[in-house]
């Protein structure tokens, strides 16, 4: 097996800490990890040589310009949120010149992290991500658009996980994780609510495979395709609706449903009347949209390898959140 120099951002994070374990438990790669505060990774980097935590931040990416030269893989994960200027700034303008900084001769891939908001559900840049999206979601959506016209662009590959859990004692939780303790709580209501609507999701352990068979099995150079498109995964399971999902929830819990009152747009905009709930363009738009679901989602199964994360119930599992009976 080649050694090949992995360039990482983001190695801090959720995602980061599965795709840098993995990296570190499985390969002998040597790997540069850059990120702003080391003390954030709670990875043994001592585990094995060649691991290299660089103290640093993207916004002065320029800092790495000879180191970037000699890299082979890059994955960029790194992302900001927040200040509009700083956003901007790291979302787009910084990760585009680290790719522009690789030798387009020696680069093998570059592994870019965006986010499935951006796309709707032919996999194609969703408009009003960019037109009423958060910052974040509009920077995103900016970065993937310029992917197209860098020297690079046949190596790139863009994955857009879906809906992210993950975490544990030794790595970070995820958002939606550290939310499952309020579903245990409320499932008892919940199970008698129903809503039309539909997602996918994935587990950071399922991410961490995923980009590691990547690295280790390159997709061949694609031409870019005549939409302008570079090539495109969508991370996550099949999709599974609200409903489904609470069904399983509710079974996981020894909880039964007798009946669920449908939560239509209707009733939802009454709530939001009656309630005086703020609610941004994108709020409104995703309340309309429902169906957040995607053509041919990518999971470590669509490689041969067994999903960790396949259903709710691996999720719960997974997440240490044990199943209570009546």
């Known amino acids: 097996m080649t050694r090949k120099r992995i360039?990482?951002?983001g190695a801090s994070g959720c995602l980061g800490h599965y795709i840098?374990?993995?990296?570190?438990?499985?390969s002998e790669h040597e790997l540069f990890l850059l990120?702003?505060?080391?003390a954030k990774?709670?990875?043994?980097v001592e585990a094995r040589p060649g691991i290299h935590v660089?103290?640093?931040d993207l916004g002065q990416i320029e800092q790495h310009a000879e180191l970037l030269q000699t890299i082979d893989v890059a994955i960029c994960i790194a992302t900001a949120w927040g200040d509009p200027a700083t956003t901007r700034l790291i979302n787009v303008d910084k990760t585009l010149e680290l790719m522009e900084r690789l030798d387009?001769?020696?680069?093998?891939?570059?592994?870019y992290f965006s986010t499935e908001s951006i796309l709707n559900r032919e996999n194609q840049l969703l408009p009003e991500a960019a037109e009423l999206g958060s910052d974040y979601i509009k920077t995103k959506s900016a970065c993937f658009k310029q992917l197209k016209h860098l020297a690079i662009a046949p190596k790139i590959t863009a994955l857009f996980p879906t809906l992210v859990f993950g975490g544990d004692e030794h790595k970070p939780y995820s958002h939606l994780t550290g939310g499952l303790k309020d579903v245990t709580r409320w499932i008892s209501l919940i199970r008698f609510f129903g809503v039309d609507a539909s997602f996918h999701f994935v587990h950071g352990y399922d991410v961490g495979l995923v980009v590691f068979h990547l690295v280790e099995n390159p997709p061949q150079q694609n031409a870019i395709a005549e939409t302008g498109d570079v090539r495109k995964m969508v991370l996550g399971s099949d999709a599974v609706t609200v409903n489904q999902a609470i069904e399983q929830v509710s079974r996981y819990f020894g909880k039964r449903i007798f009946f669920q009152i449908p939560i239509t747009q209707a009733l939802t905009e009454f709530f939001i009347k009656v309630f005086r709930i703020e609610v941004g363009p994108w709020d409104r738009f995703c309340i309309r949209y429902r169906h957040f679901t995607h053509a041919s989602p990518v999971s470590p199964s669509s490689f041969g390898m067994e999903?960790?994360?396949?259903?709710?119930?691996?999720i719960f599992r997974l997440s240490d959140v044990a199943p209570k009976q009546d």
Not at 104 to 111: L, S
């Open 41 to 44: 990774l709670q990875l043994n």
């Open 307 to 314: 999903t960790q994360g396949a259903t709710i119930t691996d």
């Open 7 to 9: 360039f990482i951002t």
């Open 104 to 111: 387009p001769e020696r680069v093998e891939q570059v592994i």
């Open 54 to 56: 660089l103290q640093g």
């Open 35 to 38: 990120m702003r505060n080391p």
């Open 20 to 26: 840098t374990e993995r990296l570190i438990n499985h």
